[in-house]
């Protein structure tokens, strides 16, 4: 029982070092008993029923994502796509990547998994350093110059890139939608098997960051549009109907802090108004789009100093977010991202953290205990 908030929290894990996914990929299964996380060695699998773990996938596995229709899950490992039965621990090699695309970010899967997506540098570029790809830089957060520096550089860089298609059954690669821009958080709509979401990762007051396209190659669309210097916004996610598309807007950067939803239907924005205590890395949404979930900030982060190191639970209320706090976070290091997700139930809020030492997955309920 988390003392300062009243709500129960459960450590879902058992071995240290295993973590949930970052928020925006699916780690549940879609009957919603069991969740995939990373571990030191691969890949486990959590029972939400009973809260037992076991082995899933030896061996390292990146780019991790679940299936929302099948029992699989999807990775990439030693330069090439792989497929998990979740039950079964059958596994098959999808496609083996071709050179080029084998230093390339992300991997999402579409709604009637026919497809897995990403993005690369063309030409089989590796990945950044890792002061380049470090997540407090590349997520917008006040970090040393050394680091800030390096995000720029890698953005200034304008290596040639491209977004990506594999067929599931068949294996075949696609290649599409050349840039010069830095192409990264590759996202497939939940219900639209044939959208995709993806960002132009940089430093976030100077990128157009928020972008829609078809898997064709078409309808290439810019979500968000600047009103004004210094604004920014990103960490976008869809919602379960796949029909908004949700991010954190600042109007300017570290100043004015929104929730903000784009309407792909109507093209109406909907703004929810956020307290700087409350502003978080990462937010995301019920399944029913009822309610919100936040991480906190750490002490370095753009709403620092004031922003709060707590898991949220936000309620829409009269064009603001009205918080709750579910978990004290003040012993959590940041440099771990806590990427909260709501269970498909929407009874618990799952989330990673190092606040008792190792990394662990953790669960908090919704409900205050009575």
């Known amino acids: 029982m988390d003392p300062d908030t009243g709500h129960r929290v459960v450590r879902l894990s058992r071995e240290a070092g295993s973590a949930s996914l970052y928020f925006h990929q699916n780690g549940y299964t879609a009957a919603g008993d069991k969740l995939v996380v990373t571990s030191r060695k691969g890949l486990a699998v959590i029972d939400l029923r ?9 061996g390292r596995a990146g780019q991790v994502v679940v299936g929302r229709k099948t029992r699989q899950v999807f990775y990439s490992r030693d330069g090439a796509l792989f497929a998990t039965d979740i039950d079964t621990k059958a596994t098959r090699e999808i496609v083996r990547l071709p050179a080029e695309i084998r230093g390339g970010t992300g991997l999402a899967v579409n709604a009637d ?14 990945r950044p350093p890792a002061a380049e790809a470090s997540k407090p830089a ?34 075949e690669v696609k290649t599409f939608h050349p840039s010069t821009d830095w192409l990264n958080h590759v996202q ?36 968000h549009t600047r009103t004004m210097d210094m604004e920014i916004a990103g960490h976008e996610f869809f919602s379960a109907d796949g029909r908004t598309i949700w991010y954190d807007l600042q109007t300017p950067r570290s100043k004015v802090f929104w929730l903000a939803g784009y309407d792909q239907k109507t093209g109406g924005l909907v703004k929810y108004a956020v307290k700087r205590e ?3 890395v990462h937010f995301n949404v019920s399944r029913d789009g009822k309610r919100f979930a ?18 949220y639970l936000f309620r829409p209320e009269k064009g603001r977010l009205r918080g709750e706090r579910l978990v004290n976070l003040a012993k959590h290091d940041y440099r771990l991202e806590p990427n909260v997700t709501f269970t498909p139930d929407m009874k618990w809020i799952v989330f990673r953290s190092n606040m008792h030492g190792e990394t662990h997955t953790y669960a908090v309920e919704v409900k205050r205990a009575k």
């Open 50 to 58: 009973n809260k037992t773990e076991e082995p899933l996938v030896e």
């Open 113 to 126: 998994e026919t497809l897995l997506a990403g993005s690369y540098v063309v030409g089989g570029a590796q």
């Open 138 to 171: 590349a997520d917008g957060l006040l970090i040393p110059n050394q680091q800030e520096q390096s995000l720029e550089a890698r953005w200034l860089a304008r290596r040639p890139m491209k977004l990506y298609t594999v067929h599931i059954r068949t294996g």
């Open 188 to 223: 497939f709509s939940p219900t639209d098997p044939g959208l995709i979401m993806f960002c132009h990762e940089g430093p976030w007051h100077k990128v157009d960051r928020i972008w829609t396209i078809r898997t064709d190659g078409t309808g290439l669309k810019k979500i």
């Open 278 to 280: 409350e502003w978080s």
């Open 294 to 311: 936040g991480d906190g900030g750490g002490p370095r982060s753009v709403a620092a100093p004031g922003n709060g190191q707590w898991i």
